[in-house]
Structures are given as C-alpha cells and as structure tokens.
Antibody
Framework: EVQLVESGGGLVQPGGSLRLSCAAS????????MHWVRQVPGKGLVWVSV????????SYADSVKGRFTVSRDNARNTLYLQMNSLRGDDTAVYYC?????????????WGQGTLVTVSS | DIQMTQSPSSLSASVGDRVTISCRAS??????LSWYQQKPGKAPKRLIY???SLQSGVPSRFSGSGSATDFTLTISNLQPEDFATYYC?????????FGQGTKVEIE
C-alpha cells in the first residue's frame, strides 16, 4: 500500500524556520516526482513546490520562491520542505503528494498533512 | 498562471439527487483535469483523472466529462458519504492550479 506520512509541523514565530518531512513507503520513491500542496484551514488547495525524481529539478509557487526549498533523500525514501523566513500567511496544513514517473503533475495519493502555524 | 473557475461554490442536495459541478479553465488544458473529494479533517482523494477516467476503487456514480476549457463532475444518485468539498485541478501547466472548491451539503 502506498503511504505518505508528513511530520515536522508545529508553531513557529514569524521570521522563523521549519523543516517538514514526508516519509514514503509502498512504492519506488526514487522513480517519482513529488509535490507539496498547502491548505489554509477552511480554505482551498494551493500548490507549493515539486521535486523531480532525483532532486536535481524543482519548482516553486511565487509566494514561497526564495524562502522554501524542496529536497529529497532517496536512500531514506523521504521528501523534505525547508521553510525559512516564515510569515503568517504560510499558516496552513501542508500535504505531501506523489507525482508521476514521466508526468510530474500527477497528484495521487496524498499524505494526511501536517499543520504549520506561524504566530507570535 | 491558468485560472480555474469552479461553480457553484456550494450547493444543497438530497440523497438520491444528481449533482453537477463545473470547472472552467482560463485557457485550453486539453484533458489535463482531475477531480478531488475532501472531507473535513482529511486529505483530498482523487476521483477522476484525465477529465473522464474513474480512479480505481471510486464508485461508478462519479463521472467526469469535458475537454479544452470546460469540465464537469457529475454525481448520480448522491449518497450520504458524498457530502464533502470537491476540487478540480489542472495539470496541463506549471504551476498546477485548483478550483476554489464546491461544498456539497445536505438539503
């Protein structure tokens, strides 16, 4: 069974940093593109970032470009999102989502999400 | 960025009803459109991909149609477990973009 389990969320002050992790199992992690998508509680879904299968290529939403960095450790089957210079509008549930092998924009399945709260 | 306009933003329906949700893209996206169901406190679950392909394990009362800029999700014979929020997603271009969601509520 394919599983994605996010961790690392929590309360952080504005300007602070946080690193999210997504542990993958049940599939050949190193073959897949992987995404981060976020959702402000009670609001819609917003794409954040994507990493290609070997981590050599990534892309970001304009709202996080220069502040967030996606990376992965294929030996540990884990995707990361390093979030720096956090702001109040970064408060959201962050989901890890599997992409495709040859098609990056293939969003299935999703992890259960981890909540990041940016507040003083 | 490609804008996805979903309508309605909410609707009330009864068990057994047929429900239709629309999604319009700001430019042609071919059939690179998927639909997701989200229940409170849960992650989104894919129902339809490539505009009309039913995800494995999803009941056949869910169907999708459309191409280019206009797409539709139809739920026939609405069941109690179908009350949720539904999102469309275009995967034609980066950044991938979601519709704003349609909340299906009990009438």
């Amino acid at each position: 069974e394919v599983q994605l389990v996010e961790s690392g969320g929590g309360l952080v002050q504005p300007g602070g940093s946080l690193r999210l992790s997504c542990a993958a199992s049940g599939f050949t992690f190193s073959s897949y593109w992987m995404h981060w998508v976020r959702q402000v509680p009670g609001k819609g879904l917003v794409w954040v970032s994507v990493s290609n299968s070997d981590g050599s290529t990534s892309s970001y939403a304009d709202s996080v470009k220069g502040r967030f960095t996606v990376s992965r450790d294929n030996a540990r089957n884990t995707l990361y999102l390093q979030m720096n210079s956090l702001r109040g509008d970064d408060t959201a549930v962050y989901y890890c989502v599997r992409g495709g092998v040859s098609r990056p924009n293939w969003f299935d399945p999703w992890g259960q999400g981890t909540l990041v709260t940016v507040s003083s | 960025d490609i804008q996805m306009t979903q309508s309605p933003s909410s609707l009330s329906a009864s068990v057994g009803d047929r429900v239709t949700i629309s999604c319009r893209a700001s430019q042609s996206i071919s059939i690179h459109l998927s639909w997701y169901q989200q229940k409170p406190g849960k992650a989104p679950k894919r129902l339809i991909y490539s505009a009309s392909s039913l995800q494995s394990g999803v009941p056949s009362r869910f169907s999708g149609s459309g191409s280019a800029t206009d797409f539709t999700l139809t739920i026939s014979n609405l069941q109690p477990e179908d009350f949720a929020t539904y999102y469309c997603l275009q995967s034609f271009d980066t950044p991938p973009t979601f519709g704003q969601g349609t909340k299906v509520e009990i009438e």
